[in-house]
């Protein structure tokens, strides 16, 4: 397997834009997590999945955040609109069980500006 | 609710000393703990992973300890070189809770001076 996988890696986008950030997890995994890392805060959970469902998306900062997971292959993170402080690195990781190791993507580092 | 700490933040040691990054935490009910690297713009990878029945784990020149009592956690890196250049960061694992299964601190970035 390739390991968890994002895109882009890099997004440059104007304030006030939609932006979509990918992720593959690694096959067979049930558990899906967004986090966010910035200077100020370190890595932060926005949200988790377990086979496809939503479980707890009380990190997510604002309204303009949402996510999904249409599949077990695929998830999605979107902000709209987007505002310059939402630039930061957001990663991906997935496991197998709760207790189990996770596995980060390489990350997606958005700048608005 | 969970907080974890690391300290130094930053670290600067020259090529072939041993030393030690320590982490913090105040909830002692935890699953296990993990130390993972991070190098610039990549990801995460996972160093040592200590269940919360032991005391510690080895990988090479790496040496992590547990004592889940006092809530403290220490990563070893004996005879450092250049390439152990990096940000290390701790995170526990929960049992539960809303914080998601990884908690994190926010790290400790070591330079190694060849």
Redesign the interface.
């Given at each position: 397997d390739a390991g968890v996988i994002q895109s882009p890696r890099h997004e440059v986008t104007e304030m006030g834009q939609e932006v979509t950030l990918r992720c593959k997890p690694i096959s067979g995994h049930d558990y899906l997590f967004w986090y966010r890392q910035t200077m100020m805060r370190g890595l932060e959970l926005l949200i988790y999945f377990n086979n496809n469902v939503p479980i707890d998306d009380s990190g997510m900062p604002e309204d303009r955040f949402s996510a999904k997971m249409p599949n077990a292959s695929f998830s999605t993170l979107k902000i709209q609109p987007s505002e310059p402080r939402d630039s930061a690195v957001y990663f991906c990781a997935s496991s197998a069980g709760w207790h189990t190791e996770a596995f980060f993507g390489q990350g997606t580092r958005l700048t608005v500006v | 609710k969970q907080e974890v700490t690391q300290i130094p933040a930053a670290l600067s040691v020259p090529e072939g000393e041993n030393l030690v990054l320590n982490c913090s935490f105040t909830d002692s009910a935890i699953?296990?703990l993990?130390w993972f690297r991070q190098d610039p713009?990549?990801?995460?990878?996972?160093l040592l992973?200590i269940q919360s029945s032991q005391r510690e784990q080895t990988s090479g020149r790496l040496n992590a300890s547990l004592d889940k009592s006092s809530g403290r956690s220490t990563l070893y890196i004996a005879a450092s070189q250049p390439g152990d250049s990096a940000t290390y960061?701790c995170?526990v694992?929960n049992y539960?809770g809303?914080?998601?299964?990884?908690i994190?601190?926010?790290?400790t970035k070591l330079s190694v001076k060849p």
């Open positions: - | 699953y296990n993990q713009g990549k990801g995460l990878t996972s992973l960061l995170a694992m539960g809303s914080q998601g299964n990884l994190f601190g926010k790290g």
